[in-house]
Nanobody, 131 residues
Framework: QVQLVESGGGSVQAGGSLRLSCAAS????????MGWFRQAPGKEREGVAG???????TYGDSVKGRFTISKDNAKNTLYLRMTSLKPEDTAQYYC?????????????????????????WGKGALVTVSS
């Protein structure tokens, strides 16, 4: 069983930056894809960024050029560096992990993972961006 724990959320003014971290424990060899999702109040959960076991990265259109996903395999930690933050980036951010289907999805489509292909979820970290 894989456990994912996010940290690094907080409040920031528009134009500012934050870095989210996701520590993975009980790491499974079945994990081939990781990503970040977010959910704003009253909205559906959306994929923000993904990274495959091959290091390939994908981003949603709304965050391209502003957010960077990366991972440190030695530390079993996933990161999301967020810059030029906007009020519309305010949301609960979730770390996620999936298997080969997730990897195939991001490779084929070049987009963040689909929530239906996620096997493990973190509990989330709140990011609030004020104008």
């Amino acid at each position: 069983q894989v456990q994912l724990v996010e940290s690094g959320g907080g409040s920031v003014q528009a134009g500012g930056s934050l870095r989210l971290s996701c520590a993975a424990s009980g790491y499974s060899s079945s994990v081939h894809c990781m990503g970040w999702f977010r959910q704003a109040p009253g909205k559906e959960r959306e994929g923000v960024a993904g990274i495959g076991s091959d290091g390939n990265t994908t981003y949603g259109d709304s965050v391209k050029g502003r957010f960077t996903i990366s991972k440190d395999n030695a530390k079993n930690t996933l990161y999301l560096r967020m810059t030029s933050l906007k009020p519309e980036d305010t949301a609960q951010y979730y770390c996620a992990a999936g298997g080969l289907s997730c990897l195939a999805y991001i490779r084929a489509l070049g987009v963040p993972p689909s929530a239906r292909l996620v096997d493990y979820w973190g509990k989330g970290a709140l990011v609030t961006v004020s104008s």
